[in-house]
C-alpha cells in the first residue's frame, strides 16, 4: 500500500476524510492514511508545500492561495460550503453593542468584529456580507484574535461588538445568552471555504495515486451528506441511528478524549453543507481570488485556474 | 575627645578573631595598630568605629567631639574608597551632602581640604586619572572635610609605592603637626608605625591580643631615618612581630 | 610568646590612663553607635517555599470567594485535578519526554553554536566585526514570525522545532561566551604566552577555564528563552509536548489545563537553574 | 637632572661590556623571538557593512541562481519592493508608531518594576527569599501560552498588548538589576555609612550608580526581548503594528512583507543597542 | 646565556615610553630595574622578554641556553598570575604540559620546585586558599620548573606586605646562591634594589632613559641592614629617584 501523509485539523468540516479512514475507503484504494494533525490551517498548506505532506485539507485563505500560485500546491476537491438552508457561520452580536443597537447585518459599520486572521475565510465572508448589504468593509473595524476561542471571550466581555464564528460555538453562546444572533451568513450568500490540496509533485507525478485518493475522499463525502444532510419537512436536519453512528466516526477524531454518546450530538450540530462528491466550484474560487486581488490579500498574479484540477472529482 | 575601648572580642562565625583588647585613644594623638595580616586589625578599626558590633567589650567616647566636627569618627580606607564616577571634589564633597550646610560653605571646605593635600588643580580629575598616591591624597581631603575628632586609618598608605609612601608620611607628619589630629593607625609596616605612632600597638597573630604597647617619646616633626631612639624602638617592635608574620604567612586561608 | 611581653610603656590595658593632651577624665562618655551593617541580604531558609506556599494560599483565597472570576482563573484544586488526570493518564510523561527531547537537542546545538561563535567573536578580530553585527541583529528577531519560513525550510518535523529552539538560544548564549571571552584576564594569557603554551593550549587551558562562569550564566539565561520557546516550536503540528499541551488547552479555553501546563514549564525552568546552580558549584568549586 | 649622572659603573650603553661570569663574547647571538600579542580582537572599521553587504550578495546569488526555491525565501529586490509599498504607502509609519509606543511603554514599565524589585532583591533579606524565587519562577514561562490569560484579564486592547512586553522585560531586567546592585563595591557601602550617610543616600548616590553598568546591560538585553515579544503582544486583535503585520504577511504567506518586517525588527534592536551604547559612553563616561 | 638590549624603543600611540636602552644581563647577574611608576620599566621588560615588539631597537641572546631549560626567558610576574582554577601544584605543572616530558619526569619537577620555596604541603591548595606570600612563591616555583636561562621579574613582590616580602627576599638570595640564576628584577623600591641587584639600573621618569648604573660589588648572601657599602649605594640611589617620584606622583593620566 502507498503511505500518505495528510494534514487536517480536528474539525466536523473534515469529516468526510475521518469517515472515508474508518470505513476503509482508503485501505480499499490501497492507501495507508497517516492522520496528521494540526492547530492552525495555514501550516497545512505551508507544510504541503515544503514537501512533508502530500495532501491536506484546509481552509481557502489569502494565504493558500499565494502559496498555492507559487505553484507548489493544487486543490482538486472541495471540503466545506456555506449552503442556503445549512446554518454554517453566523454573525453574532455581544450583549452590549447589542443592546445599543447592533441587531442586523445592515448595522455593520462603525462596529469592531473580530476574526481569525486578516485573509482568513472570515474576512472573506465579511467581504461578502458587505457586498451584500452594499457597504464599504472599510466602515468595520476587523479585529484578528487569532483563534476561536479568543474570539468568543472578546464577544463574552463586550470587548468587540461582534464576531463571524461557526456554527457550533455560535449556537453555544446563544443558548447561553453569551451573545445575540444577528443571522446566519448562509442566508446572505453561498460559497465553498475548504478544499482538499495536494501537492503539485504528486498530482502531476503520481496521478494514479491521487485519483485513488480523491476517490476514497468522496465516498466518504457522499457517506458525510448522506448521514448530516437530510432534512425533514420544517428543514430540520434529521439525526437518527445512522447519523449517530456516522458521527461518532467522525467524533474518534475531533474530540479523541470524549466518549462517543456526548460527542457525536455534538458533531452532528456543527456539520455543515458539502458537495456530495467534493467536487470544486472553479467559478467560486474565481470570485474569492477576486475579491482578495481587490482588498490587495493576494498577489496580482494569482489566478484561480492555474492551480485549480477539476478533473479529478467530477 | 577620647576613645576607649574595653575587653573588646570578637568573633566570624566562630572563628575569634580578636580577644580582650583594652586601649585608649587619647586626644590629640596617634595610635599605631600593628600585627601580621588576619590578626583582627581591621575589625578592631570597623569596631572602634562603629561599623562592626563587638562581641564582648565595648567602646565609648570620652569628651564632646569638636563643634564643626560633621563626623567625629572618620575612616581612612586602605584601597581609597574613591566613588569611581565622582570627581576628586565630587568625592570629596560626597560626605558633606546629607548634612545642612550652605552650597558655600560645602564649596570652601571642598577647596580648603583639597588644598591641604594640594590637590586644587585635580579636582575635577576622575579617580581613575589619578596615580595612587593622588588617589590616597583624595581619601584624606575627603575625612578632613568633615573635620573628623578621630581619624581611623586602616593601612592608607600600603596600596602605595615606597617613594610615593614616604611622601605622603611626610604630608601626614606635616599636617598632624598643623591640625593636631587624634588617630588610629593600623598598619603592618614596621617603618611606618615608628614613624608615625606616638604610641605602637603591637597585635599578636589570630586570635589577636595585645602583645605590648611601645611608646615613642620622639617628637613626629623630629623623627629622622636614623635616630638612635627609633632605630632601637624598631628593633624591639621588628623582634616581637618577626616570628608571627613567618608563621602567618604560612597558613592557608580556609573558606 | 603568648604572653604580653613586659615592655616599660605597656599601659593599654588600662582605660582609665590619661596622657597628657587628653580630655579630662570627668568627661561624658558615650557608647560609639553602630552604624555599620546591612547591603548584605541572604535567602532565608523557608523563603522560597513560604512564599510558594503564601501565592497557592492568596490563589486559594482569590478564586473561592469570588475576589477573581473563575472564568480569568481556574482554583488550586482545578488545577491539581487537571495535572493529576495528566500525569495519571500518562499523557504527562509522553508531552514532557517530548519537551525535553526537543529543549535538549535544540538547547545544545544552540549553545554549543552560540559558544564557538561567542569563542570566535571574543578571540578573532575578522569574527568580531562579521559575527558580533549579525548576532546583535539575529536576537531581536522573533522566533514566532519565521515559523512559516521555519517549516517551509526545514518542514514540520522535529527538524523545524529542534531549529527554533537552537535559534533563539544561539544569540543570547553567543553574547554570554563573547562577554566571558573578553572578560578573561589578559594577564594569565600573557603569561601562560611568557611560558610559550601554544595558543591551542592556550584557548583550552586558560581562556575556556575563565570563561567558565559567563557560559554558565549564559547556559542560565538562554535555558530560559529555550523553554519559552518550546511553545513556539511546538506551535506546528506537533502531538505531543507541554508546549503543545498549553497552546491547545489555550485553544479549547481549558484554563485549568493551561495553568497546569504553564507550571509545569515554570517547573522545568526552576529544575534546570537548580542544576545549572548545582553544575556551577562544581565547576567552579575554585571560586570563593 | 636629565643627563645621566656620571658613576663609576654607567659602562650599560655598552653592550660588548662582559663580566666575569657571562658567556663568551664569541657565543653566537640570535634575536629574542617575539611571543606576545593577539588576544586583543579589535572591530574592523567597516566589517559591519561589509558583512552586511556580503550576506544580501549571498542572498541575492541564492534565490537569483535557485540555490534556494523562491517559495523559501524571496528575493532581495522583492523584498526591498515591499518595503518601498510599505514606506511609500505610509503603512510603514503607521505600523512602526503603534509598535515602538506599546514597545516604548511595554519595556519602560517592565524595566521599571524590574529595576524596583531587583534593587529590593539585591537590598533586603525578605525580597531576595521571596522575590527572587518568584522572579526565577516567571522567566521560563512562555508569554505566548498566556496569551488567552491575558486577553481574559486584560482585555484585547492595547493594556494586553503593553502587558505582555512588560511582563517579558520584567524578569531579566529583575535579575540584571540585582546583579548589579549584589555587585556594587561593598567597600564603597562601607565607606559611605562610615560618614553616616542615611541609607536613601546610599542607595540614591552609591548602589544605583554602581549598579548603572549593570543596568544599561539589562536594558540591552531586555529591549530586544520586548522586540521579540512585540510580535507576541500584536497577535490579537492589533491591526497596525509592525509585528501584527509580520504576522499578516506570514498568514498571507506573503513571504517579501514577511521578512521585510523582520528586516525592520532587527533595524529597531541594532538602533535600540546603538541608542543604549551612545547612552552607555555618556553616563559612563568615568569608566576607562 | 647573556641577554643583550641594545638602543631599545618604545611608544604607545605616539606617546613615547623608553628612549636608546642599552644593556647587557650577563649569566649568573642579578640588574635590578628601578625607576619611578610609568617609566616604562614593564614594557622594557615585556621588550626584554619577547612579549612586546620594540619600536626601535633589538633584543638579543648570547650563548646557548642550557639543555634542561624549557621556557630560556620566564617571567614572574607582579599580581603573580596564578591560575585560579589549578591547585598549587596544577599551577606549577602548566608551563610542563606542552612540552615533551614523561608524566613522572613531570611530576618530579613539580615536586622539586615546589620544595624549592617550601610549598611541597600546600600542593593541592587553590590560589584563593594561599596568602600572598604564598602565591608569590608558588609563582616562583612555576618559574623555576622550566629552568629558566634568564628569570624576568616585574616588581614580583610589591603586592606583599613588608614583613612578607623580607622573608621572600630571603628566600631569593637563597635560591641564587643554590643555583646562581640569572635574573632582571624590575622594582621601584630602593632597599629592593639594593638587597638585590648586582648592578642596580636607575630609570628617569617618562620616557624612561638609563640614568645610571650602580654596581654593588658586596656579595649578595653577605648584604646586611647596616652595612655601610649598601648604606651609600643606597643614600646615592635615593637622590636620583626622589625627585623624579614626586614629580611623577603628581602627574594626572590620561586615557
Ligand atoms: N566578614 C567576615 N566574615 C568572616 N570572617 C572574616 C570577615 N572579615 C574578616 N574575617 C576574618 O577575620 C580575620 C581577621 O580579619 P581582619 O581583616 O580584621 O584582619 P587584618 O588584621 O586586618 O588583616 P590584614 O592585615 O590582611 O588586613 C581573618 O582571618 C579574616 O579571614
Ligand atoms: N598597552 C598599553 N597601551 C598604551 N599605553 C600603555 C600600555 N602599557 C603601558 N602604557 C603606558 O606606558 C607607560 C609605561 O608603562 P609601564 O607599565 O611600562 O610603566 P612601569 O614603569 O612598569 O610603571 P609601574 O611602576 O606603574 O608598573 C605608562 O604611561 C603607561 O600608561
Ligand atoms: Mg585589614
Ligand atoms: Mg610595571
Given amino acids: 500500500a502507498d503511505k500518505v501523509v495528510v494534514g487536517v485539523l480536528r474539525f466536523v468540516s473534515s469529516g468526510g476524510l475521518f469517515i472515508a479512514k474508518e470505513r476503509g475507503y482508503f485501505a480499499a484504494e490501497g492507501i495507508d492514511l497517516d492522520l496528521q494533525f494540526f492547530e492552525a490551517a495555514q501550516p497545512i498548506a505551508v507544510a504541503i508545500a515544503s514537501g512533508d505532506l502530500q495532501f491536506g485539507l484546509t481552509a481557502l485563505t489569502a494565504g493558500t492561495f499565494n502559496l498555492a500560485a507559487k505553484g507548489a500546491l493544487k486543490v482538486v476537491a472541495s471540503q466545506g460550503m456555506e449552503k442556503k438552508g445549512v446554518k454554517g457561520n453566523a454573525l453574532i452580536a455581544s450583549n452590549e453593542a447589542y443592546a445599543k443597537g447592533f441587531n442586523a447585518f445592515e448595522k455593520l459599520p462603525g462596529t469592531a468584529i473580530a476574526i481569525t486572521q486578516v485573509g482568513s475565510s472570515f474576512h472573506y465572508q465579511m467581504g461578502q456580507i458587505a457586498a451584500a448589504k452594499g457597504f464599504d468593509l472599510a466602515k468595520v473595524e476587523m479585529k484578528p484574535l487569532q483563534t476561536l476561542p479568543n474570539m468568543m471571550a472578546a464577544v463574552k466581555s463586550n470587548q468587540v461588538d461582534g464576531a463571524l464564528i461557526a456554527p457550533h460555538l455560535a449556537r453555544g453562546m446563544i443558548d447561553r445568552g453569551e451573545a445575540k444572533l444577528i443571522g446566519w451568513f448562509s442566508d446572505l450568500a453561498q460559497y465553498q471555504f475548504g ?11 503520481n496521478r494514479d495515486l491521487t485519483e485513488r485518493f480523491v476517490r476514497a475522499y468522496q465516498k466518504g463525502m457522499a457517506d458525510y451528506a448522506a448521514a448530516f444532510m437530510r432534512v425533514d419537512g420544517a428543514g430540520e436536519r434529521i439525526f437518527d441511528d445512522a447519523a449517530k453512528a456516522t458521527a461518532a466516526l467522525v467524533a474518534k477524531h475531533v474530540y479523541p478524549s470524549e466518549a462517543a454518546e456526548t460527542a457525536a450530538p455534538k458533531v452532528f450540530a456543527a456539520a ?10 472553479l467559478a467560486d474560487l474565481e470570485r474569492q481570488v477576486a475579491w482578495m486581488k481587490a482588498e490587495k490579500l493576494v498577489g496580482a498574479d494569482v489566478d484561480a485556474k492555474s492551480f485549480v484540477d477539476i478533473s479529478f472529482a467530477k | 575627645m577620647d576613645l576607649i575601648a574595653t575587653g573588646l572580642g570578637h568573633a566570624y562565625d566562630g572563628l575569634t578573631v580578636l580577644d580582650d583588647i583594652s586601649l585608649t585613644v587619647a586626644s590629640g594623638e596617634i595610635v599605631a595598630l600593628l600585627g601580621p595580616s588576619g590578626c583582627g586589625k581591621s575589625t578592631l578599626l570597623r569596631m572602634l568605629g562603629g561599623l562592626e558590633r563587638p562581641v564582648t567589650g565595648r567602646v565609648e567616647m570620652r569628651g564632646a567631639p569638636p563643634a564643626a566636627s560633621l563626623n567625629p569618627l572618620t575612616y581612612v580606607f586602605q584601597d581609597f574608597a574613591l566613588v569611581p564616577w565622582r570627581t576628586v571634589a565630587g568625592n570629596v564633597a560626597l560626605p558633606l551632602e546629607h548634612h545642612r550646610l550652605g552650597a558655600a560653605e560645602r564649596a570652601r571646605r571642598v577647596a580648603e581640604a583639597l588644598a591641604r593635600v594640594g590637590l586644587s588643580d585635580f579636582a575635577s580629575a576622575y579617580p581613575r586619572q589619578l596615580s595612587g598616591g593622588m588617589k590616597q591624597r583624595t581619601a584624606i ?29 611626610e604630608d601626614l607628619v606635616r599636617l598632624w603637626t598643623e591640625t593636631r589630629f587624634t588617630a588610629v593607625y593600623v598598619t603592618h609596616n614596621v617603618a611606618e608605625a615608628v614613624r608615625l605612632g606616638h604610641r605602637v600597638v603591637v597585635l599578636s597573630r589570630r586570635p589577636g591580643r595585645i602583645r605590648a604597647v611601645v611608646e615613642i617619646a620622639e617628637p613626629l616633626d623630629r623623627r629622622r631615618e636614623g635616630s638612635p631612639a627609633l632605630g632601637a624602638a624598631r628593633e624591639q617592635i621588628w623582634e616581637l612581630v618577626r616570628g608571627e608574620a613567618a608563621a602567618a604567612d604560612r597558613e592557608m586561608v580556609h573558606g | ?14 582605660p582609665a590612663r590619661a596622657p597628657a593632651s587628653a580630655s579630662p577624665s570627668g568627661a561624658p ?23 510558594f506556599l503564601g501565592l497557592l494560599g492568596l490563589w486559594w483565597a482569590a478564586t473561592h470567594f469570588g475576589w477573581i472570576s473563575p472564568l480569568a482563573l481556574p482554583k488550586p484544586e482545578e488545577v491539581g485535578r487537571a495535572f493529576l488526570d495528566l500525569a495519571t493518564s500518562g499523557l504527562l510523561w509522553q508531552h514532557l519526554a517530548a519537551s525535553l527531547w526537543r529543549l535538549g537537542l535544540g538547547w545544545v546545538i544552540g549553545a554549543a553554536a552560540g559558544t564557538v561563535v561567542g569563542f570566535a567573536i571574543g578571540l578573532s578580530s575578522l569574527a568580531r566585526s562579521t559575527a558580533l553585527p549579525m548576532v546583535s541583529a539575529m536576537f531581536p528577531v522573533p522566533k514566532i514570525a519565521l515559523l512559516p519560513l521555519f517549516i517551509l525550510w526545514l518542514g514540520i518535523g522535529e527538524v523545524s522545532k529542534v531549529a527554533t529552539i537552537a535559534f533563539g538560544v544561539f544569540s543570547p548564549m553567543a553574547i554570554a561566551a563573547f562577554g566571558g571571552v573578553d572578560g578573561v584576564d589578559r594577564n594569565l594569557v600573557r603569561m601562560a604566552q611568557s611560558f610559550g603554551m601554544p595558543t591551542r593550549a592556550i584557548v ?14 549564559g547556559a542560565r539565561i538562554s535555558a530560559s528563552i529555550g523553554i519559552i520557546l518550546l511553545t513556539a516550536a511546538e506551535m506546528i503540528g506537533a502531538r505531543y509536548g507541554i508546549g503543545a499541551l498549553v497552546l491547545s488547552a489555550g485553544n479549547l479555553m481549558a484554563t485549568d489545563q493551561l495553568v497546569a501546563g504553564v507550571l509545569v514549564l515554570s517547573a522545568m525552568g526552576l529544575t534546570v537553574s537548580k542544576g545549572i546552580g548545582a553544575i556551577e558549584k562544581r565547576v567552579l568549586r575554585w571560586r570563593a
Fill in chain 1, 195 to 205: 478544499a482538499l490540496f495536494v501537492a503539485s509533485k504528486v498530482a502531476t507525478g
Fill in chain 3, 1 to 14: 610568646m603568648a604572653e604580653p611581653a613586659a615592655l616599660p610603656s605597656d599601659a593599654a590595658a588600662d
Fill in chain 2, 141 to 169: 581631603a575627603r575625612a578632613f572635610a568633615v573635620e573628623p575628632a578621630v581619624l581611623l586609618m586602616d593601612e592608607p598608605l600600603s596600596a602605595l609605592d615606597a617613594q610615593t609612601r614616604d611622601l605622603l608620611i
Fill in chain 1, 272 to 281: 455543515v453543507a458539502v458537495d456530495d462528491r467534493a467536487r470544486v466550484d
Fill in chain 3, 29 to 51: 562618655i558615650r557608647p560609639v553607635p553602630f552604624r555599620g551593617g546591612g547591603f548584605a541580604p541572604r535567602s532565608l531558609r523557608f523563603g522560597s517555599p513560604a512564599t
Fill in chain 3, 204 to 217: 583550552l587551558k586558560i581562556v575556556l577555564p575563565g570563561a567558565m562562569p559567563a557560559l554558565l550564566s
